[in-house]
T-cell receptor
Framework: LAKTTQPISMDSYEGQEVNITCSHN???????ITWYQQFPSQGPRFIIQ???TKVTNEVASLFIPADRKSSTLSLPRVSLSDTAVYYC???????????FGAGTRLFVKA | NAGVTQTPKFQVLKTGQSMTLQCAQD?????MYWYRQDPGMGLRLIYY???????DKGEVPNGYNVSRLNKREFSLRLESAAPSQTSVYFC??????????????FGNGTRLTVT
């Protein structure tokens, strides 16, 4: 993925669906698209990962177009507890150099 | 299982002092990482170890050294601390082959202040 680009911040209201898009123009053939969530004063935690098309788990969905140059993290019906920073990861070199970037700060309002 | 354990949790140093941050994982993971996070900022990779016996520089390696002591332990050393190194330091491990195919597991962080 090398360098990734995501919005710096987003606001939403409780109950809405939130979509955060990440651009990764230099994605390598073997790269997985991986998203993490971080709450204040905690380490990041893994949310979802995909290689192509769509992946869904109990927390989120991940949409990946055919060219894989971007991905969209979708959080259904957000609550106040979803207020956090969301990171789309990049990889350099042999793939172990894992880059977090600045992330997207999501603020959910009541 | 404890997962990833970092010690100490908090530390205050004076400029010029040295210290070692310890990290141990009990998940039999091959890869380990050190990140720093300044207030209001994202995580920046300091050093990583893809496998036991190897270490490589990340985005911000200056002022730091690392040792992959064995498969479980990966330490980060500040030889001469500077105020610019005031940050929260996170250690992480992963069992996969890189490129995001296996999630990173993080410790709870070490909060370091250099005065």
């Amino acid at each position: 993925l090398a360098k990734t680009t995501q919005p710096i911040s987003m606001d939403s209201y409780e109950g809405q669906e939130v979509n955060i898009t990440c651009s990764h123009n230099n994605i390598a053939t073997n790269d997985y698209i991986t998203w993490y969530q971080q709450f204040p004063s905690q380490g990041p935690r893994f949310i979802i990962q995909g290689y192509k098309t769509k992946v869904t788990n109990e927390v989120a969905s991940l949409f990946i177009p055919a060219d894989r140059k971007s991905s969209t993290l979708s959080l259904p019906r957000v609550s106040l507890s979803d207020t956090a920073v969301y990171y789309c990861l990049g990889f350099e070199g042999g793939g172990f150099k894992t880059i977090f970037g600045a992330g997207t700060r999501l603020f959910v309002k009541a | 299982n404890a997962g990833v354990t970092q010690t100490p949790k908090f530390q205050v140093l004076k400029t010029g002092q040295s210290m070692t941050l310890q990290c141990a994982q009990d998940m039999n993971h091959n890869s380990m990482y050190w990140y720093r996070q300044d207030p209001g900022m994202g995580l920046r990779l300091i050093y990583y170890s893809a496998s036991e016996g190897t270490t490589d520089k990340g985005e911000v390696p200056n002022g730091y050294n690392v040792s992959r002591l064995n498969k479980r332990e990966f330490s980060l050393r500040l030889e001469s601390a500077a105020p610019s190194q005031t940050s929260v330091y996170f250690c992480a491990s992963s069992g996969g082959g890189g490129r995001g195919n296996s999630p990173l597991h993080f410790g709870n962080g070490t909060r370091l202040t250099v005065t």
